[in-house]
Structures are given as C-alpha cells and as structure tokens.
C-alpha cells in the first residue's frame, strides 16, 4: 500500500497576496511565496524544525499542486536540513507531487472495495482514451490522474473518484468520461474544490 503523508498541523497564516491562479495552474512556483509562507513556521530546536518539515510541505503542495525542486531547496535551507532529506519525502509519500498539475485533478480509487467494483477498467479506460497513467498529465494539460491504492472513504459508492471539488461514485467507463467532459465544459480547476464537498452518485438511489 502506497505511504499518505500524515497530515499535521500548520501555523498557517493569510499571504499577503494570494498568487495568480493561471501562474500556479501554468506550473510556476513563486519561490519569494514559498519562502512568506514558511515564516509562519517557526521552531525553537532541531528537533522541532524536522517535526514541521512534512506540514510545510503539505501546505505548499496544497497551494501549488506540486513541490519543485527549487521550492524544496527553499524549505531545506529554511529548516536547516539538506535537499536530500526533503527530496526524500517527496518521493516517499504518495500525496506530494515533483510535477505540476493539469487544470483539473483526478484521485482515482483502486483500493480493495473499488477494485472489487471494477476500478481497474476505469484505469485502462483512463489510459486507452486520454493517454494518462498514474501520476501523468493529459497532453493537453487539462487532466492529471492520481490512483490512490488507499482508500478515499467512500467505499459504499464504489468504484468512485474526486475530480477537482466533486466525488463521483458507483462510476462506469461512459459515467467517468462524462464528469471529465463536465469538469472540463465548467470550467474552473483544482483550485476550486473546498474541504466540504458534494457526492455524486449513491448506493441509496
């Protein structure tokens, strides 16, 4: 089962100025934000700075979508630790991402109940139709797939995904196509999907 970095908590503070979305959804990383948003970081020991290291991270991720190598040098240097320790986080925890996000984000369960339920023909649908595997981005930039080999907790609306702000459950190939097709038509990305979100499909209709 792939490693989810836990999720811990920040000393999150507002920017001063929020970034432009098309800057963050065309893969540039503001590494001057990066470093404003680290100051609310603060740590006493070295021992305190390495328990904060992964919530930086998530919350850059968070903000961005991804963690470029530059902004990794930046966390580094700022919580006196060497490029390779974060790098190795990166590259451990399956949730942090090193590339940037197409417009719109795909989580993709393939956990035990979904796979049961036919996740892996969604997989192969994903694959035969837009060219896009685990972690990859659609040629045009509009669609990047992550499969979670986890759990996303939905199990009784099986098999299902999260595509930006929306969970769409008890999926087939022609469901899964048509909330791509949706997303797309909206508008809108990733940045738009809240803590709170709307489920399509139930196992109750």
């Not at 006196?80 to 990166?90: E, F, K, W």
């Amino acid at each position: 089962m792939e490693e989810v970095a836990p999720v811990v908590a920040g000393r999150t503070g507002n920017l001063a100025q929020h970034p432009d979305d098309d800057v963050i959804l065309k893969g540039e990383i503001d590494l001057d934000v990066v470093r404003e948003m680290l100051t609310h970081f603060t740590y006493r020991d070295h021992q305190e700075a390495q328990e904060l290291i992964l919530s930086a991270l998530q919350e850059i991720n968070e903000h961005f979508g991804w963690v470029s190598l530059p902004a990794a040098d930046v966390v580094a240097e700022h919580f006196g630790t060497s490029a390779s320790r974060i790098y190795g986080l990166l590259t451990f925890y399956a949730d942090f991402r090193t590339q940037p996000r197409g417009r719109h984000f795909m989580l993709l369960c393939h956990g035990m109940a979904c796979y049961v339920m036919g996740s892996q023909s969604l997989v192969q649908e994903l694959e035969d139709r837009y060219g896009v595997g685990d972690g990859g981005t659609t040629a045009d930039g509009e669609l990047t797939v992550q499969v979670v080999n986890g759990c996303l907790g939905a199990c009784d609306i099986a098999p299902l995904c999260k595509l930006d702000a929306d969970f769409h459950g008890q999926l087939t190939a022609e469901s899964l196509n048509n909330a791509i097709r949706n997303a797309i038509a909206a508008g809108g990305s990733w940045r738009d999907a809240h803590a709170h979100v709307p489920v399509n499909g139930s196992s109750h209709d």
